[in-house]
Every structure is written in C-alpha cells, then in structure tokens.
C-alpha cells in the first residue's frame, strides 16, 4: 500500500482525488447485498461478529492449550479411578461439573465442550466399539471444519465479486459524467426528428394508394412498408432512433467539450496528466477519452429513450402512459431535481456562510434558521 501511495505522489498525483465517497457507497452497498442476498442470516452474523473478534486477541495461545490438556488430564483420571459411569453427571451437565468450572476458558468454548462431551457420550452407552471411536471424531471434525469455513468462504466470495461491482461503479460514473455534459439534449433531438418519418410515410402511403387507383402495385407495397416500420416500436424506428441518438451525442460534446482549450488550460494553470505531455499528446488523450466516455453515455441514453418502448411491448401497457411516465420525461425530472436541489444547496451556504466571502455579520443580511450546536 505504501508502495502503490507513494509512487501516485511521486508521479504529483493529488490524495484528495482518491476520495470518493460515492463510490465508496456503490461499492460497500452492493458488496453488504450480495452478503445478505448469498448466505443465510447465522452466516452473515457470524462474519460481523468474527470481524469484530479480530480487534481482541487470539484466545488460543499457550495458556488455552495448557488448560486443554489439564481438562483432558483430570477427565481420564476420573475415568480410569471411577470408570466411565462416573463421567455421566460431569458430561451430561458441564456447566455444573466440578471439573470443568476449574477452567473457564475452556467452558467458555462451547464447540470445544460439545465435541468433548458428545464423544464421551458416545462411550457411555457403549453402542461404539473403541477402534471405531476414531471415525466418529473425523465425522465430527470434518462437519465442524465445514461450518468454521462457511464465513471465510462467503467473505472470499464477496471478495472476489468487488472487481465486478467496481466495474459497475465505473459505469455508473461514466453514466453520471456523460448526463452532466450531454444531458438530455441528444434524446430531445433525436426524438424531434423521428417524428418527420412517421407522418411523411403515412401520407406517401396515402398518395401512393391514390395513384394506384385501389390497386396494388409496388409503390404502395413500399409506401405501405415504410409506414408501418416507422411506426413507435417497429424495428426500424427503434434502429434509426439509436442511430440518431448516437449521432447527437457525439454532436453535442464536439460543441459543448473543446479538447484542444482544454489542454491549453491546463498547461497555462501548470497542470498536467501524468505521462503526457502538455499540448497537442493531452489535447488527444482527453478527445479519446471523451470518445469512449460519450460512446458508453449513448448508450444509456438510447436505453433511457426506448425503454417506454420496451416497457410497452412486454408488458402491454399503453403507449402513451409508459412515454409519460418512463424515458426521457423521467431523466428530465431527475435532472431538473437534482439541478434545482444543487441550486438550493449552493444558495443555503452563501446565505450562512457569507462570512466566506469576505462581509461582516452585519452586512451579511438576514440567516436563514436552523439547528445549531452549541
């Protein structure tokens, strides 16, 4: 770790940019509900309670396995002077027991008290022949090595899904970065235009069947195809609106993103990407990663603008609810909130905080109220 941090600052990487708490979030999320979702509930508790028990020291040192031995030690002892009768009261209650209320440590295991008991038990009733006491205890060993194992495993699993839900975090701020640059102006585009197709086919077909005279003749076979493949949920409409998504958003960010200002921007204010060179190499590193970004954005967004479609056709509701409620009038209304609640934010702290910028309490004009710490 120390390696890795240090060779980010030696190539002047800022620490601040490794905290994102967003992704923090996405990531702890997702890793805690696909535990949840995996493992029975004994499972999941048993991981939070054996992580916490890594803050305490280890209880099997020398002095756990020395009082082992001593509980072993008293126990045949008692066994070869009273037999194995004896033993009965001591195994069949050894909270009670004289002998093992000697060593707490070991009481306290109970895994430990319930192997050690049940063999004996074993014993006692005398179903078991001595040389087959052996099996038992592997059986027993090997059920309870299978359930100690359990926890491990499921944290290893939910280990190895993290590159997957990193990724998914990855996507999601690639999502967020091309909503911020392009928005919705692509769909909004790309859906104004899809609406010339659907009526310049329907009166093609109007004046084809004209000419015909009632009959049929290839023209208004086309005219006919044309229509009602430009229909809302035809294939060819759902292609060619892809199309044209993807087309306005590349459009948009070759106006609203300027790669080669950019570059020089950085250069003037004496920042750099590490590797690069500053100019001409930055400016085309950034273009190609607006590419990719923009590309994976589009796709999004041609998600975003079909799915009242899909919503239509699976489920067979109408239409013109699935386009009100879901596509671009959803990402509209999630923009516009998040746009306004950043809006609201931003005027809070100049209000509260005016002393910021400069003016005393007295110019700073009325606060807005709030709860204060005292």
């Not at 508790?45 to 099997?60: E, I, R, S």
């Not at 209304?333 to 609201?344: A, E, G, W, Y």
Request: proline fraction near 5%; include cysteine; aromatic fraction near 10%.
């Amino acid at each position: 770790m120390g390696s890795v941090i240090g060779g980010y600052l030696m190539h002047h990487g800022q620490m601040i940019v490794l905290w994102q708490p967003n992704e923090f979030v996405i990531l702890g999320g997702a890793g805690l509900g696909a535990l949840l979702a995996a493992n029975p509930m004994p499972v999941v508790k048993g991981v939070f309670a054996q992580t916490l028990g890594l803050l305490k020291p280890n209880a099997f040192g020398a002095k756990a396995y020395a009082e082992l031995l001593q509980v072993l030690y008293e126990i045949f002892q008692k066994a070869r002077k009273d037999g194995l009768v004896g033993l009965e009261a001591h195994i069949e209650d050894p909270e009670k027991s004289d002998i093992f209320s000697k060593y707490p440590s070991f009481v306290k295991n109970h895994h430990a008290v319930s192997l050690l008991c049940d063999t004996l038990k074993v014993l006692l009733t005398g179903t078991v022949e001595d040389h087959n006491l052996a099996e038992i205890l592997d059986v027993d060993l090997e059920k309870h090595h299978h359930e100690a194992m359990q926890i491990p495993h499921a944290v290893s699993t939910v280990g190895d899904a993290m590159p997957g839900f990193g990724i998914v975090a990855a996507v999601l701020g690639v999502i967020i970065t091309m909503g911020n640059i392009g928005g919705v102006m692509p769909i909004i585009f790309a859906s104004s235009l899809m609406i010339f197709p659907s009526v310049i086919f329907l009166q093609l077909r109007a004046l084809a069947a004209g000419w015909a005279s009632g009959g049929e003749t290839w023209y208004t076979g086309v005219a006919r195809f044309l229509e009602s493949n430009f229909n809302p949920g035809a294939f060819l409409y759902i292609l060619s609106y892809i199309i044209l998504v993807y087309f306005f958003s590349y459009f948009w960010i070759t106006v609203q993103f300027n790669p080669e200002e950019m570059s020089k921007q950085m250069k003037e204010s004496g920042s750099f990407i590490p590797g690069l060179r500053p100019g001409p190499r930055t400016a085309e590193y950034l273009e190609t990663v607006m590419n990719r970004v923009t590309f994976v954005g589009a796709g999004f967004l041609s998600l975003v603008a079909i799915l009242p479609v899909i919503i239509n056709q699976a489920l067979g509701i109408d239409y013109m609810v699935t386009q009100f409620l879901g596509g671009t009038g959803l990402l509209i209304v999630v923009n516009v909130t998040m746009d306004f609640l950043q809006k609201v934010e931003a005027n809070l702290m100049m209000r509260n905080y005016a002393g910021f910028l400069g003016g005393d309490d007295a110019a700073a004009g009325p606060r807005l109220g709030g709860l204060r710490t005292q």
